[in-house]
């Protein structure tokens, strides 16, 4: 071969014009790679779902004509990193060039980029993937400020002409948050519908990952439920458009214990699909819009709610990865404390956390206010390291990737950037816990309490950061109510709170 041509695992993007044309002189090569088994430890869905995509890729690459490579755990056994195996390929097959796709995520990108092949060239090719070039990231973030998701969603929608009426959003308004983000009432609870699950059989894969003895936790599943191929991610995309987007903004960030399809509800469940690049962002929105615009039952809210996410969220995030290198080292509250036990096994009394926990160590999914608000605002208010809680996120969920990870967990949830994302820290008591879902009815804290002994822990911790934080946060305008609130307390019942609240961190394994 002459040219060798690597394709990650997260690269499974079969519009990609490399494939427009076929050679057999050209070596595709996909590899289950044990690096990327030992960077974070992942949970075992995870592993199957990139590693079955991977293979079905793989698979679909050499029906279509063209030559490639799978290589598995036991095939790459023998290279101790991407590297060497690249070098031992390209010796192999006397390629004189190597070919790869840029890497989303530092850690590869400098990987490859510090690669030299003797008598080899490299050539890098973007991933074809986003609706944003990275050349054009400078027109459209600052460096260290705070960048507004919306103005940036906005320069999108006219941008790409996606759900314009000339220069006018459609419908009149930009963003429709208003009349979504409802709970869920109990007669709302039988028609949420049963989520679309595939039966892809992943025993080999199990086998393998036991022989190489990969360390991994969660939920352990031979027959995979996540998308790992074109066809059921184009599935589960219609699926979403028939069954979910109709009420899709409407309880985006709804929590029930009420149902056995508690942890899918109306979202698309389309990450995974979409981080592996097996279907185009641009594909998922056109395919919402043609659905909103056949079905006089899909209101412009839910559209734009579903777009919003996409279109704005997925590129705003990556943006600001790449335009902030520095990122993972962010630490503005200075947190410190270990992660709970209770997040690697779900066993805690709070009602929410424990939902939420044990929902992502089954199926390695929640739903993003389970991520931001439950297991995302226990770890701010309780002042969990940061890089705990990236490792975590990292590993949990079938969907992360740093790119889109970090950010989200670092910024949007914890804060840490100091507001380079968010405009204030998404902390919350037990009082949105209670508004957007049932959890706290079956608890056994009490959600109205803030310093008995049966009272939610999120009461008082809430107070604390509050208190705790007053030089970093009292002079953000957003923060200015609550404040109000806290310092026209009287002295005694703010020493009871902050005491309850001490006493709740000397006690975090065992709440
Ligand atoms: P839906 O609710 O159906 O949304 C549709 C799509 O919109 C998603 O598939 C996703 O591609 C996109 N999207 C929605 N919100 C975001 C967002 N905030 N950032 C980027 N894309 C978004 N998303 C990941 O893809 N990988 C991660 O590792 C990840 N980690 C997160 C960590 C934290 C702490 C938080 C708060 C959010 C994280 N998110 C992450 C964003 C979001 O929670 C997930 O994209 C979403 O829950 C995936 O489920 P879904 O496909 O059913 O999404």
Known sequence: YQEIRLILGDQLNAEHSWFQNKSHECLYVIAELHQEMSYVKHHIQKVCAFFHAMGNFSQALNQAGHDCLYLNLDDTQAYDSLVELIEGLVSKYDATTFAYQLPDEYRLRKQLSNLKLKGCDIKAYSTEHFFLDES?????????????????????????????????????????????????????????????????????????????????????????????????????????????????????????????????????????????????????????????????????????????????????????????????????????????????????????????????????????????MITGNFCLLTEIDPDQVDEWYLGIYVDAIEWVEMPNTRGMSQFADGGIIATKPYAASANYVHKMSDYCSSCTYSHTEKTSDNACPLNSLYWRFIDHNKEKLQQNQRMGMIYNVWNKKDSSEKEQILNKAAGVLRNIENL
């Open 136 to 372: 054009e990231f400078g027109q459209y973030f600052q460096k260290d400020k705070h960048n507004r998701m919306e103005s940036f969603y906005r320069k999108m929608r006219k941008r790409f002409d996606i759900l314009m009426d000339g220069q006018n959003p459609r419908g009149g308004q930009w963003n429709y948050d208003k009349k979504n983000r409802n709970k869920l009432k109990k007669e709302d609870i039988q028609q949420i519908p049963e989520p679309l699950m595939f039966a892809n059989d992943v025993s080999k894969i199990l086998a393998r990952l036991k022989k190489h003895q990969i360390t991994t936790f969660g939920k352990e599943e031979t027959s995979l439920l996540w998308p790992t191929s074109r066809k059921q991610a184009r599935q589960l995309l219609q699926y979403f458009c028939e069954s979910c987007l109709p009420q899709f903004g409407e309880f985006q960030d709804a929590m029930t214990t009420a149902t056995v399809h508690k942890w899918s509800l109306y979202h698309s469940r389309l990450s995974f699909a979409l981080n592996a690049k097996i279907l185009s962002p641009q594909e998922v929105i056109s395919a919402a819009i043609d659905a909103f615009e056949a079905n006089d039952h899909i209101d412009i809210a839910q559209i734009e709610g579903f777009t919003r996410q996409i279109l704005g969220w997925r590129e705003f995030v990556r943006g600001l990865y790449w335009t902030h290198e520095e990122y993972a080292k962010k630490n503005y509250f200075n947190a410190k404390r270990d992660l709970p036990q209770y997040f690697w096994t779900g066993e805690t009394q709070m009602r929410c956390l424990s939902e939420a926990v044990t929902q992502s160590l089954d199926y390695a999914y929640a739903h993003h206010i389970q991520r931001l």
